[in-house]
Nanobody, 125 residues
Framework: VQLQASGGGLVQAGGSLRLSCAASGSTLHYHAIGWFRQAPGKEREGVSCINLSDGSTVYADFVKGRVTISRDNAKNMVYLQINSLKPDDAAVYYC???????????????????WGQGTLVTVSS
């Protein structure tokens, strides 16, 4: 599967963004899409994940209440709505998947092997 993230940009603190992840190619064995982010000088961390079949979701504690992940299976799209953006949310955001993987609570970067090109989110204070 090929994944492409988009929708990043410059937003003022308190604003909102919706990131998109487009999946293409062989999606038959891919059951979940995760969103991750990496800020300069920091490790990549899991933000959220959605199981494509039933829409069940996982969120990292630091984004609960501010982030909503959703999917449109007909369009092979997954979205990440981020509200009340903070300067700490500034990062490159990536979507990722892995064959036969379902979302788990730990949102482990190492579980995902297919990564899209990231999209940059910049938050001005």
């Amino acid at each position: 599967v090929q994944l492409q993230a988009s929708g990043g940009g410059l937003v003022q603190a308190g604003g909102s963004l919706r990131l998109s992840c487009a999946a293409s190619g062989s999606t038959l064995h891919y059951h979940a899409i995760g969103w991750f982010r990496q800020a300069p000088g920091k490790e990549r961390e899991g933000v959220s994940c959605i199981n494509l079949s039933d829409g069940s979701t996982v969120y990292a504690d630091f984004v609960k209440g501010r982030v909503t992940i959703s999917r449109d299976n007909a369009k092979n799209m997954v979205y990440l709505q981020i509200n009340s953006l903070k300067p700490d949310d500034a990062a490159v955001y990536y979507c990722a998947s892995d064959p036969d993987l379902y979302c788990s609570d730990n949102l482990s970067v190492g579980d995902f092997t297919s990564w899209g090109q990231g999209t940059l989110v910049t938050v001005s204070s």
